[in-house]
């Protein structure tokens, strides 16, 4: 999907070190802030942090466990955002560690949950 | 990739690095049922406005190819589409079986098994209102809900069109079918726009009036066309009006693509809505009607939505660039020759038709080109791991 998208320019070309709930390693906050923000949403032309799709990520010893929503169940790109995602986590988690990624559909998305640099992006 | 691990290896999640037997036969059957659909179904358009390409005396079921363009690109190619996209969003096998179905149906109308074809299309209707009704169930969400809501209008449709009814009863229903998945899909991405309060209540309000008008059509064809093309004008300016296309047109790459694709697409929407209220009417607008309609705002979200479905579905990745506008240029100049030109001359139609199939011709061989690129750009071992 890298291929084809670029972000929209408007938004935030880097969200703060982490614009969702983190609980973990201090040096990994960061990290996994930019390898998500590397995953596009090629319809909106925005990252699923920007868009709020990043529900919390959390560290553990064994595993980094990644809690993401989608903005529609009927949406056939999610198969496709889990596993880029995958790859982007792949390429900044330490190699001892396991990545989980759960989707998950509650709480239902919302636009609150879309960054500043998003929301002016469309207009709000 | 840090270390040796996978990310499949790594999360548990299923490997898509080295596709099994089933899934590649699984691939190549539904290309092949969405293949015979689309190309059958351009064949009886063709032949229908007389242009003999291939010669259609040449071929045993040319007869029912003729007969049901419609089934063909409606359910056969679109429904087919449609169906593996709403199965893959769901992630169950068992979804799957209404594309099978409704691509199976088509076969069978290809090849003269009308009455199998039409009862076995309102299986896979079936089908697809049962994964819809899981969707619901996951999310129950406005647009998912218009979602169900369209494909009970597959199931309406399907089922006249197995009761024998004409295509002023049938027609309303599939488009509208196919008319509110996309209004269905498009109220979804609205949410990310700052929307007036009214946005959320009037697209149901059109989209009942929609509903209505399809009914109304197989009893009262002028009232009912009447209703249905006006709802068909003010979902365009709806969409018009909220989709976050209008936005995302400033941006760049494929996103800017769907977004005049979509914008386009609206555009043929509202000539689609006035030419059905004019038909309704009296006037010779019923060819403008329907391929407005289903060309210029049906395809033309198709062609925009495959540089980004065909990686997610099909596992084919794409090197996306500015060629892609080139096939979605000549849609829109070929729609421009058969409905507008065409008004005026009937060898203009028939040439305007055949450049229709040009065009889709020429964005097929422009997505093979581009999985192409991207297998040069990224080179064999990427191209086996996206799959």
Redesign the interface.
């Known amino acids: 999907m890298s291929s084809l998208c670029q972000r929209a320019p408007e938004a935030d070309p880097a969200p703060a070190a982490a614009p969702f709930p983190y609980l973990g390693p201090q040096q990994l906050q960061g990290p996994l802030a930019a390898a998500l923000s590397r995953v596009v949403d090629p319809e909106v032309s925005m990252s699923i942090v920007d868009v709020g799709l990043v529900y919390g990520v959390t560290v553990d010893a064994a595993r980094v466990h990644v809690r993401l929503t989608m903005t529609s169940a009927a949406c056939p790109v999610i198969e496709l955002i889990m596993d880029e995602a995958e790859a982007e986590l792949d390429k900044v988690v330490p190699p001892e560690l396991q990545i989980r990624l759960e989707l998950v559909w509650e709480p239902p998305w919302s636009p609150d949950r879309m960054s500043p640099g998003a929301k002016r992006f469309m207009g709000w | 990739?840090?270390?040796?691990?996978?990310?499949?290896a790594?999360?548990?999640?299923p490997a898509?690095t080295s596709p099994k037997g089933g899934w590649i036969a699984a691939r190549a059957l539904f290309g092949a049922l969405v293949g015979v659909s689309l190309v059958a179904g351009i064949a009886g358009g063709l032949w229908r406005l007389g242009v003999a390409v291939p010669d259609p005396l040449a071929f045993a079921w040319a007869g029912q190819v003729l007969l049901v363009h419609g089934a063909l690109m409606i359910c056969g190619f679109l429904g087919t589409v449609i169906g593996i996209?709403?199965a893959?969003?769901?992630?169950q096998r068992w979804a799957f079986v209404a594309p099978l179905a409704s691509g199976t149906a088509a076969l069978c109308l290809v090849l003269g098994h009308r009455a199998a074809g039409a009862w076995l299309g309102v299986a896979a209707a079936l089908s697809f209102l049962a994964v819809?009704a899981l969707?619901v169930w996951?999310?129950r969400?406005a647009?998912?809900l218009l979602?169900a809501v369209g494909a009970g209008a597959w199931v309406v449709g399907s089922l006249l069109f197995a009761l024998g009814q004409g295509g002023d009863a049938v027609f309303p229903w599939w488009f509208a079918f196919l008319v509110m998945t996309i209004a269905?899909?498009r109220l979804?991405?609205t949410?990310?726009?700052?929307r007036w309060p009214a946005a959320s209540a009037t697209l149901p309000a059109v989209l009942s009036l929609l509903l209505a008008g399809a009914a109304w059509s197989g009893t009262a064809p002028r009232a009912g066309g009447l209703v249905y093309g006006v709802a068909l004008a003010l979902l365009a300016v709806w969409l018009v009006v909220f989709d976050?296309a209008r936005?995302?047109v400033s941006?760049?790459?494929?996103?800017?693509y769907?977004a005049v694709c979509l914008l386009g697409g609206y555009a043929w929407l509202g000539i689609a809505g006035a030419a059905w209220a004019a038909a309704a009417l009296g006037w010779p607008t019923r060819d403008i009607a329907l391929h407005a309609l289903g060309l210029g705002f049906v395809i033309g979200m198709v062609m925009g939505h495959a540089?980004?479905?065909l990686?997610?579905?099909a596992r084919i990745?794409?090197?996306?660039g500015a060629f892609f506008y080139l096939p979605l240029a000549a849609l829109h100049l070929s729609l421009f020759v058969r409905l507008v030109l065409g008004s005026f001359s009937e060898p203009l139609r028939a040439a305007g038709a055949s450049l229709n199939a040009v065009a889709i011709a020429f964005f097929a061989v422009t997505v093979a080109g581009a999985a192409v690129a991207?297998r040069i750009?990224?080179g064999a071992e990427g191209a086996r791991k996206a799959r």
Not at chain 2, 10 to 13: D, I, L
């Open positions: 990739m840090v270390g040796t691990a996978t990310p499949a790594r999360t548990g999640r898509r996209e709403r893959a969003a769901v992630n819809n969707v996951r999310q969400a647009h998912t979602l269905a899909e979804e991405m949410r990310l726009m700052r976050v936005r995302t941006t760049h790459g494929v996103s800017r769907m540089p980004v479905m990686p997610a579905i990745k794409l090197r996306f991207w750009q990224h």
